[in-house]
C-alpha cells in the first residue's frame, strides 16, 4: 500500500514549451502533497505543498508562475513547468502524506519515482 | 531556519564494518527527525524515524537533542546496504527539510 506514482518517467522538452507532471497517490487519499526538485549530487529542495481544494503553497524563492500546480482531487496533484529553460532541467519528485495515522506512520511522507526533465 | 547537516558525502566500508551516517539537525523545538533510503534506481523510501526507537534492517538512530544529532549506525554493514542516505527533519509546519545525503558503498 501506500503507492504513489508519476507520470511521466522522463519528458525532453524544446525551450519555451510547457510540461506537466503528474502525482498521484494509487491506493490512499491524499490532502496534501509535495513537489520537489533535486539537482545531480544534490539534495531534495522543496518547492511547494499541493493542498487539495486550494491554492498551493510556494516555497521562497520558487516562481509560482513558472511552476503551476493544481490539486483537483484527493489522488491528483499536477505540476506544470511553463515556458521551460534549459536551466529548469532538473529532476522533479512528488511525494504524498497518508493522513490517516492508524494505517502508516503518522506523518509519512510517500515519494514517486521521480520525473527527469530535459529541456534542450 | 531548519538546516539539516549531513558533513560527509560518501562512506566506504568492507562488509562487516561498522557503520555510522552522521547527521545534524538545528530546528530548536521538538523536530521529528527521520532516515530515508534510496536504493540504485529506486524512489526514496522511509528507512526509519526517531518517535519510532526501532531498528530496521539491522540500522538505528538515537536523537540527542544536547548534541542536536541523530546518527544512523549499524554495528555490521551488508553489501546490500549499498545506497544514497538521506537525514530529514519537519519542523512545526510538517515540511520535510532534507539533508544533502551521503554515498554508502559496502565493498565485500
Known amino acids: 500500500g501506500a503507492v504513489v506514482s508519476q507520470h511521466p518517467s522522463r519528458v525532453i522538452c524544446k525551450s519555451g514549451t510547457s510540461v506537466k507532471i503528474e502525482c498521484r497517490s494509487l491506493d490512499f487519499q491524499a490532502t496534501t502533497m509535495f513537489w520537489y526538485r533535486q539537482f545531480p549530487k544534490q539534495s531534495l529542495m522543496l518547492m511547494a505543498t499541493s493542498n487539495e481544494g486550494s491554492k498551493a503553497t510556494y516555497e521562497q524563492g520558487v516562481e509560482k508562475d513558472k511552476f503551476l500546480i493544481n490539486h483537483a482531487s484527493l489522488t491528483l496533484s499536477t505540476l506544470t513547468v511553463t515556458s521551460a529553460h534549459p536551466e529548469d532541467s532538473s529532476f522533479y519528485i512528488c511525494s504524498a502524506r497518508d493522513p490517516y495515522p492508524g494505517r502508516t506512520v503518522y506523518n509519512e511522507q510517500f515519494f514517486g519515482p521521480g520525473t527527469r526533465l530535459t529541456v534542450l | 531556519a531548519q538546516r539539516v547537516t549531513q558533513p560527509e558525502k560518501l562512506l566506504s566500508v568492507f562488509k562487516g564494518a561498522p557503520v555510522e551516517l552522521k547527521c545534524n539537525y538545528s530546528y530548536s523545538g521538538s523536530p521529528e527527525l527521520f532516515w530515508y533510503v534510496q536504493y540504485s534506481r529506486q524512489r526514496l523510501q522511509l528507512l526509519l524515524r526517531h518517535i519510532s526507537r526501532e531498528s530496521i534492517k539491522g540500522f538505528t538512530a538515537d536523537l540527542n537533542k544536547g548534541e542536536t544529532s541523530f546518527h544512523l549506525k549499524k554495528p555490521f554493514a551488508q553489501e546490500e546496504d549499498s545506497a544514497m542516505y538521506y537525514c530529514?527533519?519537519?519542523?512545526?509546519?510538517?515540511?520535510?527539510?532534507f539533508g544533502k545525503g551521503i554515498t554508502l558503498s559496502v565493498r565485500p
Open positions: 530529514a527533519q519537519t519542523g512545526a509546519n510538517s515540511k520535510l527539510t
